[in-house]
Each structure stands twice: as structure tokens, then as C-alpha cells.
């Protein structure tokens, strides 16, 4: 079993609608959780980074985090077809500096 | 103020070659890691440096990968020789701290 799990998709939405991405893992000593976006061709972007338990939003951008379930969200609010690309999320524990990613969810968003 | 640089950005070989990827981390950032991408897959570490010193290498298949990071500033991977399922992207990333990392646009590497 993977420590990071996450739903490969693809997942294909209307324009404007509300996404939910989720991630589960098994590690509990994981603290720092992050969602990168990563484009065609191009090197993964962080979107959002986390410590710890709770929610954190950035524009039409949420993430949420339950450490009790060892699950992770991101929420994207009325989606834009620019919002069409990759979301891996990330975690370690802060002491390695090892970042572990799930295999990552394809978006794609239709006008 | 400037990202992670990489070159190059595509690289095609035949097996058994040779091939080398260049990385150019932000200035300032001491850490700097070498991530292998394979298609649909989340990337995974290949070896981490803290400066000049690698602190994390054991993803690193030593027989044929090597890396150096010379003056704590570019870093360089090397494939000697090259197999056919080393095709991949190879990503740089650099960071301040132990987890927010910036990653380069990667180098994308088919081995025929």
C-alpha cells in the first residue's frame, strides 16, 4: 500500500462548478501537506501549503486538513477551463525533507 | 525573481548512452532535490542535497545514476549508461526550508 493515495481520475467537470480533490495516507507522523498544479509538459506549481490540521483558502482555492482520518482536501470554487491540469498532493513529516506526492488527479474543466 | 532552471528541456538517446541534466536552483536555496516522474505517477526523490552534501541518496540506483553539486549552487544527474526504463521526466526542485519546494520545469527523457 502506497502512503499517499490519491484518486487518478480523470475527473471532468462543468465551468463554474465546485471541485473536490482528496488525498489519504497512512503516515501519521506527516505534518506539512501541500497541493501542487502541474501543466502539460511543464514542472509541478504549489497551490497551497498547510501545517497541521484545518482549513486554509486562497482565493477560489480551499484546502483542508484532517490529521484524525489522515485525509486531505482541496476545494476549487467556480472553475475556470485554466484550471484544467494535474493536482498532486504532497506531504512529509518536516524532519527529512522528503516530500511524498500521490500519483496525482487530472482536471479538466469544459467551457 | 527567477525559478528553478533546467536544460535541457528534452533530451532523446539510445540506450546505453550517456546523458546529463542540469539544474540551476533559486538563489539563496540551500536544498536542492532530483525527482524522477514517470508518466501518471507523483514525483519521487532520487537524492536531496543540504549545500554541497548529499544528505539523502537512497533512492539513487548508484550503479548507473550519479549526481554532484558542486560550490552548493548547480547540481548536475547523470545516466551512464542509459536503459530503456529510464524514460522519464526528471525534475529539479530547491527550497529554504525542510517543505515548501520549487520545482523546474523538468527535463523530459526518452531512451530508444
Known amino acids: 500500500q502506497k502512503e499517499v493515495e490519491q484518486d487518478p481520475g480523470p475527473l471532468s467537470v462543468p465551468e463554474g462548478a465546485i471541485v473536490s480533490l482528496n488525498c489519504t495516507y497512512s503516515?501519521?507522523?506527516?505534518?506539512?501537506f501541500m497541493w501542487y498544479r502541474q501543466y502539460s509538459r511543464k514542472g509541478p506549481e504549489l497551490l497551497m501549503y498547510?501545517?497541521?490540521?484545518g482549513n486554509k483558502e486562497d482565493g477560489r482555492f480551499t484546502a483542508q486538513v484532517d490529521k484524525s482520518s489522515k485525509y486531505i482536501s482541496l476545494f476549487i470554487r467556480d472553475s475556470q477551463p485554466s484550471d484544467s491540469a494535474t493536482y498532486l498532493c504532497?506531504?512529509?513529516?518536516?524532519?527529512?525533507?522528503?516530500?511524498?506526492f500521490g500519483q496525482g488527479t487530472t482536471l479538466q474543466v469544459k467551457p | 525573481e527567477a525559478g528553478v532552471v533546467q536544460s535541457p528541456r528534452y533530451k532523446i538517446i539510445e540506450k546505453k548512452q550517456p546523458v546529463a541534466f542540469w539544474c540551476n536552483p533559486i538563489?539563496?536555496?540551500?536544498?536542492l532535490y532530483w525527482y524522477l516522474q514517470n508518466l501518471g505517477q507523483g514525483p519521487e526523490l532520487l537524492i536531496r542535497?543540504?549545500?554541497?552534501?548529499?544528505?539523502?541518496d537512497s533512492q539513487l540506483p548508484k550503479d548507473r545514476f550519479s549526481a554532484e553539486r558542486l560550490k552548493g549552487v548547480d547540481s548536475t544527474l547523470k545516466i551512464q549508461p542509459a536503459e530503456l526504463g529510464d524514460s522519464a521526466v526528471y525534475l529539479c526542485?530547491?527550497?529554504?526550508?525542510?517543505?515548501?519546494?520549487?520545482f523546474g520545469p523538468g527535463t523530459r527523457l526518452t531512451v530508444l
Open positions: 503516515n501519521s507522523a506527516f505534518q506539512y
Open positions: 538563489s539563496g536555496h540551500n536544498t
Open positions: 498547510t501545517y497541521s490540521s
Open positions: 526542485a530547491s527550497s529554504l526550508g525542510p517543505d515548501t519546494q520549487y
Open positions: 504532497a506531504m512529509s513529516d518536516g524532519n527529512t525533507g522528503k516530500l511524498i
Open positions: 542535497y543540504e549545500n554541497e552534501e548529499a544528505v539523502d
